[in-house]
């Protein structure tokens, strides 16, 4: 057993919001109770006792759309690049990296991003994964990190022709062979989906390849739209928008999560709402990449079920939170915009959409949900309850502020030491291997 207490519990669980002096306890990998840390505590008598010090107890963060072979491109210049536009950054920094990328930096790649992931107190991600220089094994090696580390993570490996066909075929069966892999796994830690970059570099053939051998259990995980290139390439080659075609090829449905969105019209959000499809936001990276700003705040009005993601560009779900905030009221010109929707997304969503693919309930601290359990180092300078915590959160915490991490009843961290690897002997690692892949790219 162990009990985290002596905190301001915030549960989002409804029916038990908030407590003013609580805590939780865990019962293996499962919430067993919540209640004031005097009544925890008298009834769980020998369990261990993690004190949060006043600080806040919550539950621990969920992403829904990571890079983690983008680890790896922190600093690095690539000789001649100097992108004009979505496309140049594509090829010139993404498709790059990941041409040359080894089963041991993938590995790593994870290694650091999950490490990252912990610190600021996420314990479920949505990887997208791509690494061309090595597709076989790839999403396994990822796993094995996951594994070692405790971060529950639903991944898939990014189909595409843009290295050709044998690589396109060789990246469906990696996605099939871990979905496979993954349903036989009882852990309800790890999950496949059949991953795809975008439609523009995938072609009829690689689609219905991909479907061909896609377990039925799993949906895709897809980029749509998220550069006007991607909507003019699907007018020209095939006369309809990106949504029609994925409707037309059978990528729709519950268990499909759509990236980004942000050339999409009316038309396109009531075939995503009737196939009851996923989205994800990434605010940080569409504004890096000058994509531009999606419809989010339509699609989470319509009902859509809308995630928040970071796309690899930081792993701090409330930095996410807070550029999202901004970014659609200053797109809107509307300082009423995202107060509502972007808390719903990033603490109800993400939670909804985790659990199309895990089966313990996840973003809550109740009973019977599972054991992932963050404090954060915060003593409010105002009226802290149940009513405002999203506004605390918003302006007073980043995901630094976490001290204490707890994935599926596991502690991954307590008062930031990092509990489950030798942090200064992995990044010596990653140090090793990314001098190896930046020699690689620049010779």
């Not at 994964?129 to 090595?134: D, E, K, N």
């Not at 995503?272 to 996923?278: C, N, R, V």
């Not at 970014?327 to 969503?349: I, Q, R, S, T």
């Amino acid at each position: 057993m162990l009990v985290i207490g002596n905190g301001r519990l915030f549960t989002r669980d409804e029916n038990l919001p908030y407590i003013e002096n609580g805590a939780v306890a865990a019962d293996g990998t499962k919430i067993a109770a919540a209640g004031t840390t005097e009544s925890i505590r008298n009834t769980y008598k020998d369990a261990e006792f993690i004190d949060a010090k006043g600080g806040v107890i919550m539950p621990a963060f969920i992403n829904t759309h990571e890079h983690i072979y983008s680890a790896m491109a922190r600093g690095l210049s690539i000789k001649g690049y100097n992108p004009k536009g979505f496309l140049d950054i594509l090829d010139g920094q993404w498709w790059t990296i990941d041409r040359h990328l080894t089963l041991a930096q993938t590995k790593y790649s994870a290694m650091d991003t999950m490490i990252s992931c912990i610190r600021n107190g996420v314990t479920t991600i949505f990887d997208h994964h791509a690494s061309f220089g090595q597709i076989k094994g790839s999403l396994f090696e990822i796993a094995q990190a996951a594994k070692e580390l405790g971060v529950r993570s639903c991944l898939c490996y990014e189909i595409s022709d843009r290295d050709g066909m044998d690589k396109a075929r060789e990246a469906v069966m990696e996605n099939a062979e871990f979905i496979r892999y993954a349903l036989k796994d009882d852990t309800d830690m790890i999950a496949g989906m059949m991953g795809m970059h975008a439609q523009f570099t995938i072609s009829d053939e690689t689609m219905a390849l991909a479907a061909a051998n896609k377990p039925e259990e799993a949906g895709y995980h897809i980029h749509v739209a998220e550069g006007i290139e991607d909507l003019h390439d699907c007018l020209k080659k095939y006369g309809k928008r990106i949504t029609d075609r994925l409707m037309d090829c059978g990528i729709l449905g519950e268990k499909t999560l759509l990236g980004h969105c942000i050339y999409i019209n009316p038309h396109e959000m009531d075939l995503i709402k009737d196939t009851d499809t996923m989205v994800v936001h990434n605010p940080e990276s569409n504004m890096g990449n000058a994509c531009g700003c999606p419809p989010t705040m339509e699609l989470v009005k319509r009902g859509i079920l809308t995630g928040l993601g970071t796309d690899g560009y930081t792993h701090d779900m409330t930095e996410s939170f807070k550029v999202a905030n901004v970014l659609h009221k200053h797109h809107l010109c509307d300082a009423n915009a995202a107060w509502g929707e972007v808390p719903k997304m990033l603490f109800e969503n993400n939670a909804a959409i985790a659990n199309r693919y895990f089966k313990t309930p996840l973003g809550v601290l109740k009973e019977g949900a599972a054991a992932d359990v963050i404090v954060v180092d915060y003593d409010p300078p105002t009226q802290l309850d149940e009513t405002n915590i999203n506004g605390h959160i918003l302006f007073g915490m980043t995901g630094r502020d976490v001290v204490t991490t707890v994935g599926n009843g596991k502690v991954l961290m307590q008062d930031r030491e990092v509990k489950v690897a030798d942090v200064k002997e992995v990044m010596a690692k990653c140090r090793e291997e990314s001098a190896k892949l930046w020699k690689s790219i620049n010779g």
